[in-house]
C-alpha cells in the first residue's frame, strides 16, 4: 500500500503506554461468562488442550446466588489449581429489585444500573460476603456506594485484604476523568465502554494506573465487534489491559439460570479458541509486547 501511495494507519500515530503489569507484561487474557462449576472445568480443560492461558475468569455473570454453595467453592478450587483470578459477579442486583421497574424498558434503564436504597446495599454486600465464605477473592462492582463501602471494608480488615474489586462496563466509565474518580476510591481494573477508539483508550491509559479490560469480542447486544486484528495497537497504546473475551446474542439472553450447562460448557470452549487466535494474533504482529505465563504473583486467587 505505501509503495502504491496509500497511507496504512487512519491519522497520526498514538503514544505507546509507558505501563505496564507488575510483572512486566502488557496484555493477559480475561474470559467472561463462567457461569457455573461444569463452565470452569470446561474452559480450563479447554485451555489446557490448546495452549493458552487464562489469566482472569469473569465468574457467575447471571449472579452467584444462582450458584449454590458448594458449587462455588469448587469453582474457587479450581480456580486456585489453574491460577486463575476469578472475579465473581454478585447475585443481587438492579434487575432483581422488586422496585426497579424502570430497568425494563430501554429508556428508563438509561437512568442507570446503580442499586435503590440500602436494603439493596446490604443484600448485595451480604452476597458478597457468601462468596468470600467459598473462596472468592475478586468481585465486579458497578456502584460507586457499594465500592467505597467495599474498599473500606478490605482497608479496616473485614474482608481479606487480598481482595480485588473491578468496575463493570455497567458503572459506564470511558474517560480517563471519570476514571480517577473510582480509581481514587480504591478500584483495582475497569472495564470501560465496548466501543471505545484507540484514541480514547491512549487517553485513558495516560490518565489512569490500573489495568483496562477491554472487549475484544463482545456480545451482539452492544455491538458485536471483534477487534482482534486491532489488538496489537490497543495493547501497545493501553497497557496493561485484559483482553476481554464475551460474544453471545445478549447478557439478557445468555446468562439465566435456566440456560443449560451443556450451553455454557460449548460457549466458553469456543471462547477459549477466540483466546488462541488473540494470542496467534499478538505472537505475529506484537511479539515485542509481552504477556504473563500462568499465575503471575499479582494475581488475587481464591482460597481453598
Not at 165 to 170: A, Q
Request: aromatic content about 8%.
Amino acid at each position: 500500500m505505501k509503495s502504491e501511495g496509500i497511507p496504512i494507519q487512519d491519522g497520526p500515530p498514538l503514544p505507546s503506554s509507558e505501563k505496564s503489569f507488575p510483572d512486566g507484561a502488557h496484555w493477559r487474557i480475561e474470559i467472561a461468562g463462567v457461569e457455573r462449576a461444569s463452565t470452569m472445568e470446561a474452559m480450563i480443560k479447554e485451555a489446557d488442550r490448546r495452549g493458552v492461558v487464562v489469566h482472569r475468569a469473569i465468574a457467575t455473570v447471571g449472579g452467584s446466588t444462582y450458584c449454590d454453595f458448594q458449587e462455588l467453592k469448587d469453582m474457587a478450587t479450581m480456580a486456585n489449581e489453574a491460577k486463575i483470578e476469578l472475579v465473581t459477579v454478585v447475585g443481587h442486583r438492579k434487575a432483581w429489585d422488586v422496585g426497579a421497574r424502570e430497568i425494563s424498558n430501554p429508556e428508563g434503564a438509561m437512568q442507570g444500573f446503580r442499586l435503590r436504597g440500602q436494603n439493596n446495599i446490604v443484600y448485595h454486600l451480604a452476597d458478597m460476603m457468601r462468596n468470600i465464605e467459598a473462596g472468592h477473592r475478586g468481585f465486579l462492582v458497578f456502584d460507586e456506594g457499594v465500592l467505597k463501602i467495599a474498599c473500606g471494608m478490605r482497608a479496616k480488615g473485614i474482608i481479606p485484604t487480598e481482595t480485588i474489586f473491578k468496575f463493570s462496563v455497567f458503572g459506564g466509565y470511558c474517560s480517563a476523568a471519570g476514571g480517577q474518580i473510582i480509581e481514587q476510591i480504591g478500584v483495582d481494573s475497569i472495564n470501560p465502554l465496548s466501543d471505545v477508539s484507540l484514541g480514547i483508550l491512549s487517553s485513558m491509559r495516560e490518565g489512569l494506573n490500573v489495568p483496562l479490560d477491554v472487549y475484544t469480542i463482545i456480545v451482539d447486544a452492544f455491538g458485536g465487534m471483534y477487534r482482534v486484528y486491532e489488538a496489537p495497537e490497543m495493547a501497545r497504546v493501553a497497557a496493561p489491559i485484559y483482553f476481554k473475551i464475551e460474544p453471545g446474542t445478549s447478557e439478557g439472553d445468555i446468562y439465566k439460570p435456566w440456560a443449560f450447562e451443556s450451553f455454557h460448557q460449548e460457549l466458553v470452549r469456543e471462547k477459549v479458541k477466540m483466546a488462541e487466535v488473540i494470542c496467534e494474533t499478538m505472537d505475529k504482529h506484537a511479539p515485542e509486547l509481552k504477556t504473563s505465563p500462568a499465575g503471575p504473583a499479582d494475581l488475587s486467587l481464591p482460597v481453598v
